[in-house]
Each structure stands twice: as structure tokens, then as C-alpha cells.
């Protein structure tokens, strides 16, 4: 019980870092997806050719090479960075390849007479995708959003090379100073579990409220009806 004590504030600080390092990285990768995304699905080829090769390149190289390329080999081209920013940067550059593939598939996954007809009814095509488009992908592409944001919980793990004190880290300095690597590794992968537990568990209620019927989303709710915009174009003719 003593040693549990003794261990357990380094591992609730490693935790907090882990926790930050994930959040950022996550809200960096959907960033990164988005633009990705649009730029793959682009008619240009200026913007979807660039898009596709950083796809390929990302998904054809390991994510702990990338974090080692940022925080030890660009240093020899004059780019230095923190090793939590280095580490924020490659789980975000890393992840949000993927994302890019997951949102073109959900964005795909809609069906395109219903943005057609949205643009018959002289809807733009931004709020098209806003009120139309995103809610359906959203909805579809949620379950694998989740698995993709548990696995980048425990890929962060990985910036532990970088010597960014987060969960991982925490529990090898730990080890290696107390010797007592089956209590420490075994308390490292109960924070890993209840993270990421915890995680799933607010997906799954996140996918139970999406997939209620008839529930629309609150932006669709307010806006202008169909009907209401012929009625007042017929009277204004």
C-alpha cells in the first residue's frame, strides 16, 4: 500500500500530460483531416495531388519514425522544437491522414440526390454541407471516430522517446529507480484501461444520441423550411 502511495502522484501527473497531449493531438488531427479531406476531394489538381501524397507518405511510415524525424532530425536543418510540440505535431500530422480517408468516406457516404436537391432549393452550397451533408457523415463515420481517438490515446505513448514526461515515461522513470517494474507497469496499464474506458464509454453514448430517430440536428431544426422558401418565392411572383 505504501509503494502504491509513493507512485501514485508521478502517475497522476504522467496522466494529466498524457491527457494533454492526447486532447491537443486529437483537435489538431481533425484540423489537419478536414483540410486534407477538402483538399483531396478537390477538382483541382494543384489541391488533391499535394493531399494524396502526404496520405501515402504518412500511412506508408511508422509514427514513431515521424516523431523521431521532427524531434531529432530536423534540428539539423535549423528546426527545433519542444519535444511535447514535436510530439502534438506528429500525432496530429499522423492521425489526420487517416482522418481525411475517414471523413471522404463519410462524406461520400451521403447521398448525392439529397445535396442536389438542397441546391435545387437554392441552398449554398456551404450551408448544404453544414445542414445536409456533415450531421448524415458524422453519424456514419462516428463509431470508427472513436476507435481512432482510443488508439491515439495509446499511441501517445509513444512520445515517450522524446522525453515528454507523459503516462509511459512516468512509469519507466519510475521502474527503473524502484525496481518494482510489476507494480508500476501493472498501475501504468489500469490508467491506460480507465482512459480509455472512460473514452469509449462517452462514444458510445455520443452514438446512442446520433442514431436516435428522428432526431435532427439543432442547426437543421432552425432553419428555414423548404416549403417556406417556395411559398415565398410564388407570392414574390
Given at each position: 500500500m505504501s509503494d502504491f502511495l509513493l507512485f501514485l502522484p508521478p502517475l497522476l501527473q504522467g496522466t494529466a500530460w498524457t491527457l494533454a497531449l492526447s486532447f491537443v493531438s486529437a483537435g489538431g488531427a481533425v484540423l489537419v483531416g478536414l483540410v486534407v479531406c477538402a483538399g483531396k476531394m478537390s477538382r483541382s489538381p494543384l489541391a488533391s495531388?499535394?493531399?494524396?501524397?502526404?496520405?501515402?507518405?504518412?500511412r506508408g511510415t511508422p509514427l514513431l519514425l515521424q516523431l523521431f524525424y521532427l524531434y531529432y532530425a530536423l534540428p539539423e536543418i535549423g528546426v527545433v522544437m519542444p519535444a511535447?510540440?514535436?510530439?502534438?505535431?506528429?500525432?496530429?500530422?499522423?492521425?489526420?491522414?487517416?482522418?481525411?480517408?475517414?471523413?471522404?468516406?463519410?462524406?461520400?457516404?451521403?447521398?448525392?440526390?439529397q445535396t442536389q436537391a438542397a441546391r435545387a432549393l437554392g441552398m449554398r452550397r456551404?450551408?448544404?454541407?453544414?445542414?445536409?451533408?456533415?450531421?448524415?457523415?458524422?453519424?456514419n463515420i462516428f463509431p470508427a471516430l472513436g476507435n481512432y481517438a482510443l488508439v491515439l490515446?495509446?499511441?501517445?505513448?509513444?512520445v515517450a522517446v522524446l522525453s515528454v514526461v507523459e503516462l509511459m515515461r512516468a512509469g519507466e522513470l519510475l521502474a527503473s529507480a524502484t525496481f518494482k517494474a510489476l507494480l508500476v507497469y501493472t498501475l501504468v496499464g489500469a490508467s491506460y484501461f480507465v482512459i480509455c474506458f472512460a473514452l469509449s464509454r462517452l462514444f458510445v453514448w455520443g452514438e446512442a444520441r446520433l442514431a436516435i430517430p428522428g432526431r435532427v440536428p439543432e442547426a437543421v431544426a432552425k432553419a428555414p423550411r423548404p416549403g417556406g422558401w417556395l411559398r415565398r418565392s410564388s407570392s414574390e411572383t
Amino acid at each position: 500500500m505504501s509503494d502504491f502511495l509513493l507512485f501514485l502522484p508521478p502517475l497522476l501527473q504522467g496522466t494529466a500530460w498524457t491527457l494533454a497531449l492526447s486532447f491537443v493531438s486529437a483537435g489538431g488531427a481533425v484540423l489537419v483531416g478536414l483540410v486534407v479531406c477538402a483538399g483531396k476531394m478537390s477538382r483541382s489538381p494543384l489541391a488533391s495531388r499535394p493531399a494524396r501524397v502526404y496520405i501515402e507518405i504518412i500511412r506508408g511510415t511508422p509514427l514513431l519514425l515521424q516523431l523521431f524525424y521532427l524531434y531529432y532530425a530536423l534540428p539539423e536543418i535549423g528546426v527545433v522544437m519542444p519535444a511535447f510540440l514535436a510530439g502534438v505535431l506528429g500525432l496530429s500530422l499522423n492521425f489526420g491522414a487517416y482522418l481525411a480517408e475517414l471523413f471522404r468516406a463519410g462524406v461520400q457516404s451521403v447521398d448525392e440526390g439529397q445535396t442536389q436537391a438542397a441546391r435545387a432549393l437554392g441552398m449554398r452550397r456551404f450551408l448544404v454541407f453544414r445542414l445536409v451533408v456533415m450531421p448524415q457523415a458524422l453519424r456514419n463515420i462516428f463509431p470508427a471516430l472513436g476507435n481512432y481517438a482510443l488508439v491515439l490515446v495509446k499511441d501517445s505513448s509513444l512520445v515517450a522517446v522524446l522525453s515528454v514526461v507523459e503516462l509511459m515515461r512516468a512509469g519507466e522513470l519510475l521502474a527503473s529507480a524502484t525496481f518494482k517494474a510489476l507494480l508500476v507497469y501493472t498501475l501504468v496499464g489500469a490508467s491506460y484501461f480507465v482512459i480509455c474506458f472512460a473514452l469509449s464509454r462517452l462514444f458510445v453514448w455520443g452514438e446512442a444520441r446520433l442514431a436516435i430517430p428522428g432526431r435532427v440536428p439543432e442547426a437543421v431544426a432552425k432553419a428555414p423550411r423548404p416549403g417556406g422558401w417556395l411559398r415565398r418565392s410564388s407570392s414574390e411572383t
